[in-house]
């Protein structure tokens, strides 16, 4: 079993910066790729970024490329999301998910593990 407890959302104006972390308890998080994903108000959870088991591979929702960075510290059990130049549509609850396998995935139905999110917002 494995618990998931994200922080680091908040309010901040559109250009801005936001780091969320996720801190995983359980033996197998070194072994298990990551995700984040987000919900709007009256939307569907979409993907937003995902990292494999070591790290050094990574996957983004095109809109977030080059604004987000999604990274990871197995001795802290901790996976993070680096999020600059953050845009008003960019408001969402931000959901952090773990897989049982070491690959990567952008798909919502190849996670296991969900933490209980935490709301980013970004003014105009």
């Known amino acids: 079993q494995v618990q998931l407890v994200e922080s680091g959302g908040g309010l901040v104006q559109a250009g801005g910066s936001l780091r969320l972390s996720c801190a995983a308890s359980g033996r197998t998080f070194s072994s298990s790729a990551m995700g984040w994903f987000r919900q709007a108000p009256g939307k569907e959870r979409e993907f937003v970024a995902t990292i494999n088991w070591s790290g050094d591979s990574t996957y983004y929702k095109d809109s977030v490329k080059g604004r987000f960075t999604i990274s990871r510290d197995n001795a802290k059990n901790t996976v993070y999301l680096q999020m600059n130049s953050l845009k008003p549509e960019d408001t969402a609850v931000y959901y952090c998910?773990?897989?049982?396998?070491?690959?990567?995935?952008?798909?919502?139905?190849?996670?296991?593990?969900w933490g209980q999110g935490t709301q980013v917002t970004v003014s105009s």
């Open positions: 998910a773990a897989r049982r396998g070491p690959t990567y995935s952008a798909s919502y139905s190849g996670y296991d593990y």
